[in-house]
């Protein structure tokens, strides 16, 4: 269902679902939270949950589950081997999906570590149209690099394109013959491109990149963690397709494909993963790997009560209503902010609103991770925890130099079905304040730094008292108890 149209005021978006269970929320005040973030390092993965006012770090595994999710967990069957759930879940993914053999993953991670031990040689080359972070660290753990070959456009971050998410596909070609394909282990499309702002990819596009691989003999891999705004936005925004279901759409992309896994803690609004295995010799030459690293094959790590509610989150994945949700309160979050002035990356995607921190925080070099700098500045003002997407969730080249991310972000991800309207605002509110003092936001720099997957668990410190005086003069404008 398109939008819902309003009569005597303008249309606003609407929750297509009503609430039954809550969490209150805690907003400390405002100093209280500059000494939660000194604790925490700056960095917004390690501040405790309990001191967050609205939680925009990921929409992984914070999904709200359905009613109907949360009755399916009591017929869970629980078993080590031979679970009733599994085959139920293994159905389920061949209905939608067509492809019945399972890998059950603990989450997607564990999916692109088992695909990487399987194909990655050193020296290999994986194409992508976009790298996820955890996607390309097991790849280059094991000595492969990743070449990403997403279009020009892409990486455009003000701009009305509708599928940023698209690989090119005369750099794929130039790519082939550059490499050779025997040493492409394979090519890896993601759906809802996370790290460029949650965007789409095209079937058409789909189509053409992997009837290119299959020309060249080259394993066709699709990341459809975030698959679901990407059915929705193949159905509004692709013009061939505006008349198919959505699991007709579906079930269209994954004919295209040898390989699809996907981290059900996105996909699904649960928390797991799987592989799903075309070709049969495949499927068993990977099954090993379940037992050695996830658990039994009928569970893989999962819970089986989540499996069993991811059962019917999967079907929910197909329903337009619930689908549209998250694009259409993204959209209004973005649309919003782009109005005001605020730099944001567009047209709205997926996942989350992303702000161009490169744009916002133009007084900052790189090297002092701008987007960082205002994530940690928006957590001061208002609560809010946002996540940096930009250099500080790079790796380090090999001679130790900082990798500049071609994008700066600060993803304030949507988890779906979780916030109102009325949070949406306060939202938006607090970002056009922070980008109004913007000028005030110092940069950040590493006490400890890990090496791999430093943003994790890295702590970091302001290079000048920039957090006391920017807090200072948000509580000239709000009180010092918000
Ligand atoms: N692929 C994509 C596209 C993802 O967005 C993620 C996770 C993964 C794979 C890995 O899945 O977390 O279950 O191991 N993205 C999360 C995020 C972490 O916050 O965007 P996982």
Not at 97 to 121: D, M, S, Y
Not at 229 to 255: P, V, Y
Not at 335 to 364: N, Y
Request: negative net charge.
């Amino acid at each position: 269902m398109p939008q819902i149209k309003f009569y005597n005021r303008p249309a606003v978006p609407m929750e297509m679902h009503k609430v039954k269970i809550v969490q209150k929320l805690n907003l400390l005040p405002a100093r209280q939270r500059l000494e939660k973030m000194k604790e925490a390092g700056f960095n917004t993965f390690l501040l405790h949950n309990g001191d967050i006012f609205m939680d925009m770090l990921t929409d992984s595994g914070v999904n709200a589950m359905s009613d109907n999710m949360q009755s399916a967990m009591l017929r869970a069957d629980d078993a080590y081997a031979g679970s009733e759930t599994f085959y139920r879940m293994r159905d389920k993914l061949e209905e939608i999906f067509g492809i019945g053999n399972l890998l059950p993953t603990h989450q997607g991670r564990a999916c692109e570590h088992i695909i990487a031990q399987h194909f990655v040689k050193p020296g290999n080359c994986i194409i992508m149209n976009y790298h996820f972070t955890t996607s390309k660290a097991h790849v280059t753990r094991l000595g492969g690099h990743v070449e990403e070959l997403i279009i020009d456009e892409g990486l455009v971050t003000k701009s009305d394109y509708p599928f940023k998410g698209n690989i090119d596909l005369e750099k794929v070609k130039a790519c082939i013959a550059k490499e050779g394909a025997e040493n492409i282990a394979y090519m890896r499309l993601e759906a809802g491109t996370n790290l460029i702002g949650g965007q789409p990819i095209s079937y058409e596009n789909m189509k053409a990149a992997t009837d290119l691989a299959r020309q060249h003999g080259i394993l066709t891999v699709l990341d459809a963690s975030l698959l679901q705004d990407n059915l929705h936005f193949i159905k509004t925004r692709e013009e061939s397709m505006k008349d198919k279901t959505i699991r007709e759409i579906t079930r269209m992309i994954a004919d295209l494909y040898d390989i699809v896994y996907f981290s059900a803690r996105k996909f699904g609004f649960g928390r797991g993963g799987g592989i799903l295995v075309r070709d049969e010799k495949l499927f068993h030459d990977m099954e090993d790997y379940i037992p050695m690293f996830e658990g039994f094959l009928t569970y893989g790590g999962m819970s089986v009560k989540e499996m069993e509610a991811l059962i019917i989150g999967f079907d929910e994945t197909m329903d337009e209503d619930i689908i549209s949700q998250g694009p259409i309160f993204i959209n209004h979050c973005v649309t919003e902010l782009d109005g005001m002035g605020v730099p944001m990356i567009t047209p709205g995607g997926g996942l989350g609103a992303h702000i161009d921190a490169r744009q916002v925080m133009e007084h900052l070099p790189q090297e002092q991770y701008p987007a960082g700098a205002l994530v940690a500045a928006l957590y001061l003002c208002g609560g809010i925890r946002g996540m940096e997407r930009g250099t500080l969730s790079e790796e380090r080249n090999p001679d130790g130099s900082e990798h500049f991310a071609s994008v700066e972000m600060v993803r304030l991800a949507f988890p779906r079905r979780v916030f109102t309207l009325s949070q949406t605002e306060y939202v938006i509110d607090r970002v056009k304040w922070l980008y109004d003092h913007r000028h005030m936001i110092g940069g950040l720099r590493f006490v400890h730094e890990p090496k791999t997957l430093r943003f994790f668990t890295g702590k970091l410190e302001p290079v000048s008292d920039w957090p006391e005086k920017l807090l200072e003069a948000y509580i000239a404008d709000f009180g010092e108890d918000q």
